[in-house]
């Protein structure tokens, strides 16, 4: 299958781009791999007219509205992100209406309406360097509980209003597993991503995105480390790092969405051009507007 998906690309000169919690087989044959934003400006960037994404559903369509010229084919259509799909438009709709002296920051894990709906977009790596430029001291932060309570303790002087969303693949990490690992292993230092809950956030070591979890555990030369997030990013860790160990706590942090996409949909995304990602318009041109505020920002 690893061929025929690597023939059939170069016959129609595409791109495949991967999240890095995508399956490893799926990460292997990628031809970039990151998190959703590093992907979308690689979509960007790149000369390919067709992009096959192998991630969720809103990763494909923000790569969608950066680049609307570009054919954005995401593999499995129901590929969704349970934490995007907490946003209720109609209570964010009566939200901006109560609350419209707050400037509303969304998670780049949101869907396009709700991404129209909001001022600017922050990823897990760029949040506190976009907040930090906003001089409203007023901030609505949607949808992550975890990540926006993180943000805010890094801003005292601002009043945060917080939507009461999750991850249910980073809510489900428990300290008292970290612990024990800890307890077993010498000298376990603990990565751990923003949306995990705050007892796990207190005891981490380093905490950061996808992308900067992988850069620590490349950059530093500790033998042993607990990774706190959704378990695909091991397989990646482990290829650039073998003489280390990588521990997960408790049972595996697996997101089922992520994990959907094979490498026959791979191969039938390209034959087929399914599936192709559209987003209306009107909306398209607002969330352009909070995502290009973003990389303004972000700048």
Known sequence: MKDKILKLKRELEAVIVAHNYQRAEVLDIADYVGDSFYLSQVVQKCQNETVVFAGVYFMAESA????????ILLPVLDAACPLANMVDLNTLKEYKEKYSDYTFVCYINTNAEVKAMCDVVVASSNAEKILSK?????IFFLP????????????????FIIWNGFCPVHQKIQAKHILSLKEKIDNLIVLAHPECNREVREIADFLGSTKEIIDFANRTKFKNYLIATEDGVIHTLKQTNPDKNFYVPGAPATCIDMKKTTLEDIYNSLLHKKHSINVKQEISNLALKSLNKMIELAG
């Open 134 to 138: 906003i001089e409203n001291d007023k």
């Open 64 to 71: 969608k509205i950066l680049s609307p010229q570009k054919e």
């Open 144 to 159: 992550d509980r975890n990540l926006g309570e993180y943000i805010k303790n890094k801003f005292p002087n601002k009043k």
